[in-house]
């Protein structure tokens, strides 16, 4: 059985830095890759970013240079390092996993019809 759990979530100040967790479990970890995603109140759901189990990494333009993604493998962990956070960000951060290919983990995009395994988000509170 998968499990992908995210936490981290917290209220935090503009302008400050947070870091999510997401540990994922029961899962083919060989080659993967792990999506962020968000939803801001009233507002559809977005890609932050992802990585790929080859190192593969993609940020979103909408958070370039303010948000970055890394893994430990040894601890089934990704995190999303977020500064210079801005009110907009508040949302309920989600992450997600799938298997890829050996070939393709070098890459990775953020569509969310390409992963079927999701956590049930942490809420990211930016406010003075």
């Known amino acids: 059985q998968v499990q992908v759990v995210e936490s981290g979530g917290d209220l935090v100040h503009p302008g400050g830095s947070l870091r999510l967790s997401c540990a994922v479990s029961?899962?083919?970890?060989?080659?993967?890759?792990i999506g962020w995603f968000r939803q801001a109140p009233g507002k559809e759901r977005e890609g932050v970013g992802c990585?790929?189990?080859?190192?593969?990494?993609y940020i979103a333009e909408s958070v370039k240079g303010r948000f970055t993604i890394s893994r430990d493998s040894a601890k089934n962990t990704v995190y999303l390092q977020m500064n210079s956070l801005k009110d907009e960000d508040t949302a309920v951060y989600y992450c997600?996993?799938?298997?890829?290919?050996?070939?393709?983990?070098?890459?990775?995009?953020?569509?969310?019809?390409?992963?079927?395994?999701w956590g049930q988000g942490t809420q990211v509170t930016v406010s003075s």
């Open positions: 997600a996993t799938r298997s890829i290919p050996f070939r393709f983990n070098k890459y990775c995009r953020i569509t969310e019809a390409d992963y079927p395994y």
């Open positions: 029961g899962f083919n970890l060989e080659s993967y890759a």
């Open positions: 990585i790929a189990s080859g190192d593969g990494l």
